[in-house]
């Protein structure tokens, strides 16, 4: 990795974060437990067998680019460098140090300086997401088996390599996926994953989909959002849905913060960009472009999946059906004729999940308006607490039948496990 080109203000304030870092030294990162939460309602999981299935991880390699990215060209990636500075800090601020660990083998300096950040920035949750990310091995079946999980689902965590050039993203997704693939090897019964591609290079990217599900049993693709502010409904990305339609695995949709071309009023306020709103605006628009895009129509085995509870979508595909009606007999410009309505679309071609949404209401109105078969168990590893999209399912009104399918049956089909 090459070293990070930073200014003197900035090695200065590294210095000031790493502060008290050799005194942590004896403290592994991997063996501490899960942060106490105030938010968190005291429940004895019922007897459900659970996969999870919008679980992060990342390699060293891919995160060890994105901070290079964040040091020496931030203005490249506008979205992804404000998410970083809202959650940490001004990147420069402690980039250079964490590079310096990610790049080499020190594991346990990647320990000490998780723990020194914590005491720096005060953002334990934050910090210690980063570190859980790069656990693919005991500390996170050690946590699944806290929040009573059987199985995840694991995923290149946000954004991925959809930050980088293709030429730099082509190698860095394939070797995530090797790696993916060879902890899913050491721990069968407890890992699954999906499928890092870089969607820049269309063609390549079609092409490690294909080797991902024939060579390394891998189950879907994950893709962030847009891809330099592109989306999947764009020409140019066809080679990528016709694969996944052919081999019949389902791309799962993840969010990032919006693209550059809508970022900006999103700025003003501190995380509005990001999981309070910007997340799901983003992906519930890049769905609603597929849909309307007619790729459903010309690859009927294509499925999508959506998290947070479908991206706001349930709520207002009614409104989205008459809407297009009307536009259809209006005197403007019409859409392209679709076979079906959106909501149709939603409801045969999309999946989502219930991951970072605790909230019943939330869960009924899916459970309403998608059905118990479209709907699946998630908890957003690291980044979420598990415990209460656990409490929240076992306590919900619905079926014993109904909470079997989303807690694991529906994701054994879609992703034949």
């Known amino acids: 990795m090459q070293e990070l080109t930073m200014t003197l203000s900035r090695r200065d304030m590294l210095r000031s974060t790493l502060l008290g870092a050799a005194a942590l030294s004896s403290t592994p990162f991997t063996a501490m437990p899960l942060a106490a939460s105030s938010s968190v309602t005291p429940h004895t999981p019922r007897n459900f067998k659970r996969i999870a299935t919008e679980e992060a991880f990342i390699t060293k390699e891919i995160f060890g680019a994105h901070l290079e990215l964040l ?65 693919l091995d005991e500390d996170r079946i050690r946590i699944m088996d806290e929040t009573g999980v059987a199985m995840q ?137 597929l849909i309307l895009s007619g790729v459903f129509d010309d690859y009927p085995d294509l499925t999508v999946v959506l998290g947070h509870m479908g991206e706001g979508l349930p709520l207002w595909i009614d409104r989205v059906d008459n809407r297009t009606a009307f536009i259809q007999t209006g005197p403007g410009k019409k859409l392209r004729k679709l076979k079906k309505k959106p909501s149709d679309y939603l409801k045969e071609n999309f999946f989502i999940t219930t991951s970072g949404m605790d909230f019943e209401p939330a869960l009924m109105l899916a459970h309403s308006v998608v059905g118990p078969d479209r709907i699946m168990f998630a908890i957003d590893h690291p980044m979420e607490d598990g415990r209460n999209p656990v409490r929240v399912l076992d306590e919900a009104p619905i079926s014993d039948e109904d909470k079997e399918k989303i807690y694991h049956r529906n994701a054994e089909q879609l992703f034949r496990l």
């Not at 390599?161 to 090797?178: G, H, M, S, Y």
């Open 71 to 135: 040091a020496n060209n931030p203005e490249a990636e506008p979205g992804f460098s404000h998410f970083w500075e809202t959650a940490l800090g001004k990147p420069g601020d402690m980039i250079a140090g964490l590079s310096s660990v990610i790049g080499g083998e020190n594991t346990a300096g990647l320990a000490d300086f998780i723990s020194s950040s914590v005491e720096a920035t005060g953002s334990e949750s934050s910090v210690t997401s980063i570190g859980r990310l790069f656990d």
């Open 153 to 289: 689902v694991i995923s290149l965590a946000s954004p991925g390599v959809q930050v980088f050039n293709a030429e730099l993203a082509t190698p860095l997704a394939r070797q995530a996926n090797d790696q993916l693939a060879a902890a899913i090897a050491k721990h069968p019964e407890r890992f699954s994953g999906l499928a890092a591609i870089a969607p820049q290079d269309p063609d390549s990217a079609a092409q490690e989909l294909d080797r991902a599900i024939r060579q390394l049993g891998l189950k879907g693709a994950i893709i962030n959002s847009h891809t330099k502010g592109e989306y999947l409904d764009e020409e140019k990305f066809r080679p990528i849905l016709a694969k996944a339609n052919e081999l019949k695995v389902p791309i799962y949709l993840h969010p990032r913060t919006p693209a550059p071309q809508m970022l900006e009023p999103f700025t003003k306020y501190s995380g509005l960009a990001a999981a309070t709103y910007g997340f799901s605006v983003e992906t519930g628009l890049h769905a609603l472009r």
